[in-house]
């Protein structure tokens, strides 16, 4: 593979300058994450393999707004880029439309729904008995959160890439102090333990929404949306451009979900150690792999923007840099990976057996961040942001169902291997998609200029 790299300074500030604040607001989030493990886990394995159990079903409701963003972020950067500012109004519209629709359906499964979804994860009536109480309160989050987090995500696309990382850290303070409230009963609050987890992240999730669209509606200067914008009349052609490029990313994404859940459900199969020791090291991985989120959304947002200004060899090049990139950091991120991971458990309370598990996990997790990161970045961001998504549908869906979701059952559920040697299969589908993409990068197909083929067809 050829590489021409990009030696404009200029590309790389504006790489970092939306990387920066995103890798920050991702590191916020799942730190998030770890203080409500750290304190679940307090309470022992069940609460902590409960809560976990329960979010991920959640977790595919936030892949489905993923999906929404990552179609309507390809519209927002490109139109931006050929300075169509009506387009990018209509576009976020449309987003909050769809996100409210996911949001209300999500909302009533759970609503009516909680013990069979907390079924499909676990056999443990314990762990099922204390998911429901979790679930119950996240009934009245999904449209919250939704809107929210897509509203302030599209942002990133017209260089608010700050917003997300205020928001976040708004919320980190108010769900860690209601979570310490809730959780554990403070000042006169009842004790309400796994369901007081949930409750923090109700309240927070709400404030994020106000501070999101205080923002967006006073003090954004680049857009200037206003409330009647998101009730605006949707033209048909910026519907047909969303099927066309959104849909394919957004079933990407929901085939995605469904496939992290079914691994969800392999490893929830295996046994309540396999289940708190996946716990404690994807929070570790997530707080690693941050970097390759700020990366990914970069990749999008400025590879959107030069497609949409006319200048696709310059795309070309960008994408080539922006692999490079991810390459360097993936091999970084696996050695801080090893170094400070095992660390992190003391501050758990779990059995010994536990630990023994986790220890050996982290191995395991290690190793594959090489090909997540580069798979990431390359599916999320440059590809996606190339508006590639026909062929990214294919990529992120083919090798999760055919070879990670089967080979994961057959070796955990099966055969009985333990669980850091079934992750591997779990996670083969990254190790094969790294290499599709890159392939795929060198081909030059994955470049669609949709603002310029959509005014060709209506000329």
């Known amino acids: ?121 676990s056999s443990d009536q314990d762990v099922i008995a204390a998911g429901v109480g979790y679930l119950q309160i996240t009934v009245f989050v999904y ?10 995500q599209l942002m990133r696309s017209v260089g608010e890439a700050s917003l997300g990382l205020y928001v976040s850290l708004i919320s980190f303070v108010v769900n860690l102090v209601a979570n310490w409230i809730f959780i554990f009963g403070k000042f006169g609050a009842p004790r309400m333990e796994i369901r007081g987890a949930a409750l923090g992240t109700l309240i927070a999730r709400t404030v994020e929404l106000i ?56 490893i929830g199969q295996m046994g309540t150690t396999a289940v708190a020791a996946n716990s404690m090291v994807q929070v570790v991985d997530r707080l690693f792999t941050v970097v390759t989120g700020g990366i990914s959304n970069a990749a999008g947002i400025v590879i959107g923007q030069t497609i949409g200004s006319g200048d696709k060899h310059k795309a070309q090049q960008q994408g080539e840099s922006l692999f490079l990139i991810a390459f ?30 986790t220890k050996k996990l982290m191995i395991t997790y290690a190793a594959l961040i090489v090909f997540q990161c580069i798979g990431t970045v390359m599916t999320k961001g440059v590809l996606r942001g190339g508006g590639d998504t026909r062929f990214l549908l294919i990529a992120d869906v083919a090798f999760l169902w055919l070879a990670s979701i089967p080979l994961g059952y057959v070796s955990g559920l099966v055969m009985g291997m333990p669980i850091y040697i079934t992750s591997i299969f779990l996670r083969i589908d990254d190790i094969i998609k790294s290499f599709w993409c890159i392939s795929r990068l060198n081909s030059g197909k994955w470049i669609h200029d949709v603002v310029k083929d959509n005014a060709g067809k209506t000329a």
Request: glycine residues 6%.
């Open 1 to 121: 593979m050829k590489i021409e790299l990009i030696k404009d300074k200029h590309f790389y500030e504006r790489v970092l300058a939306i990387m920066l604040p995103v890798a920050m607001q991702q590191a916020v989030n799942m730190g998030v994450n770890m203080m409500d493990t750290i304190m679940l886990g307090s309470f022992g394995e069940v609460q902590l393999s409960a809560s976990s159990l329960a979010n991920s079903f959640y977790s595919i409701f936030q892949i489905f707004c993923m999906g929404i963003t990552a179609g309507c972020s390809i519209l927002i950067s490109q139109h931006y880029g050929a300075g169509q500012m009506k387009e990018v109004k209509q576009t976020f519209a449309l987003s909050f439309r769809l996100t409210v629709l996911f949001g209300a359906v999500f909302a009533l499964l759970t609503l009516f729904f909680p013990e069979p979804i907390m079924r499909m994860f």
């Open 328 to 357: 360097g950091v993936s091999i970084v991120s696996a050695a801080l990976f090893m170094l400070i991971g095992p660390a992190t458990l003391s501050l758990y309370n779990v059995a010994e057996a536990t630990l023994v598990v």
């Open 211 to 266: 501070v999101t669209f205080f923002f967006v509606l006073k003090l954004d200067k680049k857009i200037h949306l206003r409330l009647r914008d998101f009730f605006q009349q949707i033209p048909k052609e910026l519907v047909q451009r969303y099927l066309k490029i959104g849909l394919p990313a957004l079933c990407s994404d929901a085939m995605l979900s469904f496939g992290r859940t079914a691994t969800s459900m392999i």
């Open 143 to 152: 449209i919250i959160h939704g809107v929210g987090l897509v509203t302030a």
